[in-house]
């Protein structure tokens, strides 16, 4: 029988642990009048207040479950807060209560208030044991919908106001004496609390930390400082990324961490015969274990905020690595926020519409349709503030406020930009998709319609036929081209097949365009030209690009990457010496584009309902892997002779060429070549 | 100079403790499965959930000022949070730090954040110094209004989260052993901690409050009960109302009460010749001083909620005893909740309209044009939610989740009522007004044209000459008439002279038309018979209503009273014994009517900047008084020889009949009749 858990007001879990990380950041600059790259002049260690709104939960919640059981039934009823109660059958309890029920149908109530955080029950029970089947009172604004849980949170013992983390005490691999201090090495880039022990009763330590050696014994410009004031002689830090650290006020103590973690596990798997590509494949999976928390992270050092276009990445990611829904889940919740919707996500408009996305994305993997019609709702309230402000055609229209991110680049962006409306379009398919699997089909037409709309005019506005390419933007006349809404355009599908290959000869395969520097883009890149079957690009990238940063030492995916950058060049960013994360989360789509276009594993419906395996060798001679499902694991072994591959559901194919062979659930299929 | 002042973001404080007091209340009912009127089958002293979304305050929080300053100025920032930052001209610092500015010009931030409640700053300086110059930043969507700040809260020791009421040990007047256990009497309503002291070490006592004798003696149905268990003897509880106090378990303690109040000082007075009338003058303001607490309640046993239509009638009270505006706009922000607005205010449609008109009351008495403006854009979205359930004319249609209250009354109230209809154009008035006092001319021409059609619909829908009368709904064919839609009319002049004398002789002096049996209505009715100068009425009412509760005994003014009522029936409400709350600030309005009709004093202009002083001594040989004014009161005594009038400000006229007197700043004038 399933475990009761905890159960909360939809999205009051998440954005509780949302308000707390978001508000966690801690300036890491140290002032400097001379310093004109200043610009944000955020001294350091003091609070950073967050660059968006953020939403906090409700501190009340209204519950409901009415069923009908044959036998009696035994209801103890907890909750997080004395402001609690049950009513069953009209009848009003505390908290701390058993309850008998006699057979025949009852109708039970939850309600509670905590101002501290939000309220929280537990339920034991048969029936009415406490899990997503409780529902939103119809006296409340969200009426119907499910109530919040978390497979974290099952136990009576748990409280919901405390992230379970798992813990795991780590030591340094070495200690050095240098620039008068000591300078140790955690061997790699870790999370958690440094702990410092055995030192003077009253040591006061300023604890420099560094992603890299440079950053740590850099004492004037690290970027995290650690004010350490030992009490008899123990002192234990906030959780915080380092690789390095470095101390000069005092020797005498013992150093240690308490590696902070959430206990995922790799039930994707990725070898072949270049060591470099395997190595690589780790790196990227270590780097989202550091990122893989509350939800996922952009990077673990600087903001450790949630940011949507890293987080639509990082959930593919994670569908060839944990196919965790969990993590997931609370991303996407974190995202939403609550009413009113007054700024796109992240404040940036393509991230709302890359949010929408993710949602299908999430639906296509797991094949999870609870959580879309639990979700929709919230995305119709933003797709009517997207909608709020289209232009007259509804094209995407650029407001004051929107944030045009795109990627870390230079576009020609004060009129409404090519890729812009390429998301938009992204959007309103998933719009579209959405609502028929939340049972809206008008909202399924429509935005059907406008997609095909959008599609049709942005190939019309904004292809070039002297550049052979689309354009950043067709109003300003200087016909500016990116590889971005070129490499959309292949990756979404939104051209003719001439126009795809007038753009790989002249955006992807034409150095004068200026590349890609982010790993972020690198992932929409290479999913394109995997798509179009042109591995090579793949494989050049993953040695040129993410092969140089290990080679540079990266034990974690870096945020951005020119490999013609030298020394601590590599570790500037928004105008900070060591500003820029050494750990970022978007560098892992190696992981993705191994699993689903080397093993060749994805989804063709919903969940794995059906499903294909096209192994492609690409440049290795032997690759073998797994892709996570959720049960289970799809397993893919392949060389020059012979392909095998292994899965515990039904509903796959395996294509090799123009060939086609049904998988059968726990039979292994070996098919020479 | 300006002391500094606690700030936060708007409304934040009032959301905060409007958020704690609405989950105060606990169940008062037993349950009783054989008691049929038991109908909300609460148990007794569990949590009781509020009967409408409660709103919390933002736990984040960003506000601003850019100055110029002419000489060097030290800042000192405080912050009831470590999470926490003043930043100055781009500098970050943490709390507790003195900057100090050159002359020149200086653009500061203040930023935080509270998960466990919220946000609040205070700086020392001279013009950084924190008030409501300080505005909500520009990347906030409540960007350019108005800090938050309290008059109450103005000491860096001040406490936020802690409401700031006054403390009196108070004592019982007697003690009397009966139904084997001890009977406390306060001799009057009160409101605070019951303390038990030098009782044995660990006691459990259950201890019965009553607001009567027969309620605290009556155990299986007294409302409010305390299970106090005793630390080291002593045991102090949660603040609760009552006068009569019963305990079985034990005698040998000592017993008294910690009196909870706001130290308001009555700075309206009225005396006359009639001893019933000033002693009804007294047990109104002590009502009102028992209900204005965080901002002005119901009543104070029972579910100590803010209402609106309440808080409607205690605010104008509250001109002619208190005049403070700091309880007014406390209770304004409480009622207004955040958006989005998904119900009308308490869940009632006519409450949300008398919101709005409260609003224009708060200006017309004390002109601060301050609050109109910040609380204007919150006007706004409460005024798109009404006018997007208006019907296709643009009048009240009833939605399903709409409570129409109007009063408690019987009503033939399926369609839309004309109550509610004159409310509503109560309440455009009232917009139009208070968009011209915060600028907004598009909005204060076409709230006034609506206003106009309305008034015109009502006239032609809702009367019936062959009633004389309004009644309640024109499409029923019932043409059931009340007293309330008709009152309306009179009081708002929402119809011809010919059509109000119709009213009077068919509708107030006919008996077979169902009495108004609450003092909420009864204000109304007053006021409007007032109004038209036939004081005879208000003269009866005094006496015969208010009067005979007084006559019962009654301490403080009851939610409702039917004279033909006997004994415990007087107590019983709402299918409770003793539901019925006896001591209701909505039955305060003898004060306000006798402040605007006896004494005479209304403002003209609005905060007084023009007056009028029209004395009538009703059925009264003298009458001396006060009405409290921004600053200081105006006086104002009158018998059959003479009328004398003093007045701490210019501005006012005195009316005696046809003649006209000019009264002068601080000059007393005597004019013989």
Known sequence: MEKSKWIWYPGAFELYHSMLLHNRRTSSRRYNENNPSNRKGQARSVYYYPMWRIDGPKRNAILMKKATIDKEETVEFFANTPYATIVVDNVSYNPNTKITLAPGTHTV?????????????????????????????????????????????????????????????????????????ILYDFGKEVFGKVIIENAKKDADLTIYLGESREEALDTDYSEIILN???????????????????????????????????????????????????????????????????AFFDGIKRDRW??????????????????????????????????????????????????????????????????????????????????????????????????????????????????????????????????????????????????????????????????????????????????HANIFAILFDYTSNERKESIIKNVIYNDEVTQITTPYFKFYELDAMCKIGDYEYMTKMLNSYWGAMLELGATTIWEEFDPTKKGIEHYEMYGGKYEKSLCHAWGASPIYLLGKYCLGVEPTGAGYSTYTVKPNLMCFNEIEGKVPLNNGEIYVKANKKEIEVLSPIDGGLLIIGENKYEIKKNEPLKISI
Not at 359 to 370: F, N
Request: with cysteine.
């Open 109 to 181: 109530y939850l309600q509670g208030f905590k101002a501290e955080s939000f309220p929280a029950f537990y339920c034991k029970g048969d029936t009415f044991k406490t899990d997503r089947s409780w529902k939103v009172a119809a006296s409340d604004e969200k009426a119907g919908q499910s109530a919040g849980e978390s497979e974290l949170y099952t136990d009576i013992n748990d409280i919901v106001e405390v992230f379970k983390f798992s813990y795991k005490r780590i030591f340094p691999v070495s200690k050095e004496e240098v620039n008068g201090g």
């Open 228 to 294: 350490a004031k030992t009490e008899n002689g123990k002192y234990t830090s906030s959780s915080v990324a380092l690789r390095y650290l470095f101390i000069k006020d005092e020797k005498d103590f013992d150093l240690s961490l308490n590696f902070e973690y959430l206990p995922l596990e790799n039930r994707g798997a990725f070898k072949c015969d270049n060591e470099l590509v395997n190595k690589l494949w780790e790196t990227c999976a270590y780097t989202m274990l550091l990122n893989s928390r509350e």
């Open 306 to 483: 949630v940011w949507s276009g890293d987080a639509y990445q990082t959930n593919i990611v994670n569908y060839y690595l944990y196919n965790d829904k969990d993590i997931v889940k609370r991303t996407i919740r974190m995202l939403r926020g609550t009413d009113p919707i007054k700024k796109h996500i992240n404040t940036i408009c393509d991230y709302t519409f890359l949010f929408i996305a993710s949602i299908l994305d999430y639906y296509q993997y797991t094949g999870d349709k609870d959580f879309i019609e639990d979700i929709y709702p919230e995305m119709l309230a933003i797709w009517e503030f997207v909608e709020g402000r289209l232009d007259d055609d509804g094209m995407y229209k650029r407001y004051p406020d929107d944030w045009v991110f795109i990627d870390w680049s230079t576009f020609d962006q004060n009129g409404p930009m090519c890729a812009e409306n390429m998301l938009l379009c992204r959007a309103y398919e998933a719009m579209s998709k959405c609502a028929e699997i939340a049972g809206d089909k008008e909202m399924c037409a429509r935005a059907k319609k406008q997609s095909e709309y959008i599609k049709e005019q942005v190939n019309l506005r904004y292809w070039s036929d002297e550049k052979g390419a689309f354009i950043d933007d067709y109003k300003s006349g200087r016909n500016n081209v990116t590889r």
